[in-house]
């Protein structure tokens, strides 16, 4: 598997559902991160995946803890606003897990600090907006690291 997405305390199941079709469309694992904003039998979650859910490569997790310690032998590589490398950066290599925060928040101050080196930026050329929309960060995200690792 090429690449792993980790959503960490999603909020938005539609959000969350596009992620996940995307996930199916490139071939990426989905990591859910408990807690959740939503039930992931929330028939809007799986109306955004369309009928694509039930083939999604899906792993919950009951909190961030449990995440690492389950997945500590993988590559990290965290996305966040307050990141001082391009996300053009990351070293992309098969496996690597690629973790996104809420959307009202995104990635705790307590999880970027664990991993200062790993920590990596979509630039904003715009003032007037903090972030773009999680599914967008994703997809950006995982199509450069598609296209790096094809190259």
Known sequence: MPLHIVLVEPEIHTNTGNIGRLSLATGAALHLVKPLGFEITDKRLKRAGLDYWQHIELYIYESFDEFLQRNKHRTLALLSSHGNQDYTTIPFKDDMMLLFGKE????????????????????????????????????????????????
């Open 104 to 151: 009202s928040a995104g990635l705790s101050k307590a999880i970027v600090d664990q991993f200062p080196q790993q920590v990596y930026k979509i630039p904003l050329h715009s003032p007037h907006i903090r972030s773009i929309n999680l599914a967008n960060a994703v997809a950006v995200t995982v199509y450069e690291g598609l296209r790096q690792l094809r190259a």
